[in-house]
């Protein structure tokens, strides 16, 4: 008995950690989906752009964890806006064939570029002494950079949540992702509104990509390898919601944990019946509009 309740007690601790770390990455691809409706598929570009952004500064320039964190929000928030300016504005009119094509392609550029500027081999990250070792609760260790994850996750959830309930912008977005031709005619600049969502999803997207590089290792085929799993929190949870992507995150997280613990034979396949069941019984996700 014992022993089966320290495998749940790690199941959800270790899953727990990893959902945060999909939620900051893939909130940004839900809300922006559901307000432009442009079939993203590279968004783990920005992901694998921030985890790149805060080893590489880190390694070479010495700069602490925490400062490469902002850094890297920063950064990859800075250059998806020309992105979203010069290429995406390009394809918001046209069908979601050719913004899959061009996603798919953009992101295949971005591996090319990343393995001819960084090589193939995954970055190190370098945490500081305070975030190694584990935390002693109630007579276990946690480790202690998974503690940091879960505690900068509910963090930056409230903060969203303030940021879209409590805010005009939040106002504003709730309006375009509702419906889109009453927020213009009610003189909201959708085009501008359009540029800030980006550039806030992508800008997690990049923290999420450096705050989860010690669990998701940053190497140019990052892109295509985790793509799957965002789309599934994106899918599950449904477009344009901040509580959908958290909880399908969660069920992810905690899934694969339990998976890789328990059953590591069948690897993720559970997961993905999972899936196609909820989507089977909700296309629209969990808390997507009908």
Not at 154 to 175: C, D, H, N, P, S
Not at 194 to 220: E, K, Q
């Amino acid at each position: 008995m014992d022993q089966a309740l320290a495998i749940a007690v790690s199941i959800l601790f270790l899953g727990t950690a990893y959902a945060m770390i999909l939620y900051i990455i893939s909130v940004g691809l839900s809300v922006t989906m559901g307000l432009m409706g442009f079939q993203n598929l590279a968004h783990g570009v920005f992901a694998m752009a921030g985890g790149y952004v805060c080893t590489r500064t880190m390694a070479e320039f010495g700069v602490p964890f925490l400062p490469s964190l902002v850094l890297a929000f920063v950064v990859v928030a800075a250059i998806s806006v020309a992105f979203e300016r010069l290429l995406y504005a390009r394809l918001y009119g046209a069908g979601e064939l050719e913004q899959v094509l061009f996603t798919i392609g953009l992101a295949f550029m971005a591996i090319a570029a990343a393995k001819f500027m960084f090589g193939p081999i995954s970055q190190r990250v370098d945490l500081p002494d305070y975030l190694k070792g584990q935390i002693e609760f109630m007579g276990r260790g946690f480790p202690t950079y998974r503690v940091f994850l879960i505690v900068v996750g509910v963090a930056i959830i409230a903060a969203l949540w303030l940021a879209i309930e409590r805010t005009t912008f939040g106002a504003q977005v709730r309006a375009a992702v509702d419906n889109r031709r009453m927020a213009e005619s009610l003189g909201i600049n959708t085009g501008r509104l359009f540029t800030l969502t980006f550039a806030l999803g992508s800008g997690l997207a990049g923290l999420g990509g450096a705050l989860g590089a010690d669990i998701l290792p940053v190497d140019p085929g990052y892109p295509l390898r985790h793509l799957v799993y965002f789309l599934i929190v994106v899918a599950v949870g449904g477009l344009g919601s901040l509580r959908g992507p958290f909880v399908a995150a969660l069920l992810l997280g905690i899934g694969d944990s339990a998976c890789t613990i328990l059953v590591p034979q069948i690897g993720a396949f559970f997961v993905y019946a999972v899936t196609l069941g909820l989507l089977l019984w909700r296309p629209q996700g969990l808390f997507g509009r009908m």
